[in-house]
């Protein structure tokens, strides 16, 4: 963190740079992936992050820190964990220990974060990964390495790594999840410091279109029902095989505090996100009952092109944070995603339109309607029309369009010409993702930032993340209705203030 932090924080042009998100989390300078130790303790939802305190470009992993009260503004805080003779700080979790069970905090309560030591086996130089250990008397603001480290190894694994912890309260018993190349492994512990091992899973279910990274286990609520089901994200790595690049995948079934049953068949793949830019996701620990929410926050990157990504300075952005919940749907129970309900304090003043036919591209009715950071509710009515959508950061020679296709059923998001996109060849596409009409309709929830989009469609059924990097200039916006018609039922729009001055 500059010095200069909170002087800048007053200044008008903090946070201004080309790209800068205006309203998502980035940090304040040089380059950062995963999210990490999202935990909440006394009052102040953290968040570290995989960090490389010297360059823009992935190198030496440190723990960046930032704080924040309501998830939308945040704190940058000094970096929290620094590589030490064990090696790098890779990614993990943090866990408020209640109870004193690590014997850290004289019988009161305080963080333990639980992370990955990269570095090599001596001698032979080949990849070493153990897990290890970290704790915080004064709310996050310093960490002592635990002396013992490291606390989980095993030689039989290269990739060994990214332990998400939680306590199950059903077996009075910490749980540690990580990936292991080509599965999850799970261990449990009474005290964090000693971990045995309890089960594996995934070896022949869901995507291995990569190696398996960043895993996250919680249990949830299936809406209108008496239900629970476990949950479990496991994201995958970039493959040079696969235009995607690397995405999360998740797994519905059944946790017994020892074994994952997954309740779909092994070829079943769920995707958590339809975008390209969705990555090494997983969920806050410790929010309060009252509060009950499983929120999730996503690296909005994609390791095929993350380090050439068009910024100076700082590098990457998180996603928003989502609300997680689960749904009974004719295909069996699946995630539903929102954006957190405080982001509404963000909003400027709301333009509203109901009913309106749209027949032209593009429709004149949205000649006065314009921007770079803004979010939009609609619901269209399906028509005669073959397609409609939005186009968005719309100038002479750019363009992204947020779409649907009506034959096809398919939602789809086209950043061919949505600004520079010359840094990698498989930026430039088009993806979509198959979305049933609901009584004939569609619903886009949809968020525009400085450089990227956000859809959650049909109440958060489906989500697709983009980013996008287009001219500061590019702010038109336009809704289409191509060969007829189509109903905007409804249309709010909501300029977004920066979250960041
Ligand atoms: C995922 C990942 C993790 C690892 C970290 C290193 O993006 O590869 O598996 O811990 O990044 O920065």
Known sequence: MNPKENELHNLEEYYTEAFRPQFHFSPHAYWMNDPNGMVYFEGEYHLFYQYHPFDIIWGPMHWGHAVSHDLIHWEHLPTALFPDKNGMIFSGSAVVDHHDSSGFFKGGSGLVAIFTHADQYPGSGRPRQRQSIAFSVDRGRTWHMYEGNPVLSDEKYLD???????????????????????????????????????????????????????????????????????????????????????????????????????????????????????????????????????????WMSNWKYANNTPTNRWRSAMTLPRELKLKNTTKGVRLIQTPVAELSHLREEEMKLN??????????????????????????????????????????????????????????????????????????????????????????????????????????????????FPNDTSEGLEVFALDGNVTLVSLQFYPLKSSWR
């Open 160 to 298: 060994f790594r990214d332990p998400k912890v939680f306590w199950h309260e059903e077996t009075n018993k910490w749980i540690m999840i990580l990936a292991a190349g080509d599965h999850v492994r799970l261990y449990t512990s009474s005290n964090l410091k000693s971990w045995e091992f309890a089960s594996s899973f995934g070896v022949d279910a869901g995507s291995h279109k990569g190696v398996w990274e960043c895993p996250d286990l919680f249990k949830l609520p299936v809406a209108h029902s008496h239900d629970d089901k476990w949950v479990m994200i496991v994201s995958i790595g970039e493959d040079p095989a696969y235009p995607e690049g690397s995405r999360t995948q998740y797994f519905i079934g059944d946790f017994d505090g020892s074994t994952f049953r997954n309740e779909n068949p092994n070829e079943t793949v769920l995707w958590l996100d339809y975008g390209r830019d969705n990555y090494a996701g997983v969920t806050w620990s410790d929010l309060p009952a009252e509060d009950g929410r499983r929120i999730f926050i996503g």
């Open 355 to 468: 009913d309106v036919i749209i027949h032209q591209s593009p429709d004149p009715i949205f000649s006065e309607i314009n921007g770079k950071s803004f979010e939009i509710i609609a619901e269209f009515e399906l028509d005669s029309a073959s397609a409609f959508g939005f186009s968005l950061r719309k100038s002479k020679n750019e363009k992204t369009v947020i779409g649907y296709d009506v034959g096809k059923q398919e939602l789809f998001i086209d950043r061919i010409n949505s600004g520079d996109t010359s840094f990698n060849p498989y930026f430039p596409c088009k993806h979509t993702a198959t979305l049933k009409p609901k009584q004939s309709r569609i619903k886009l929830h949809i968020f525009v930032d400085w450089s990227s989009v956000e859809v959650f469609a049909n109440n958060g059924e489906l989500a697709m993340t983009d980013l996008i």
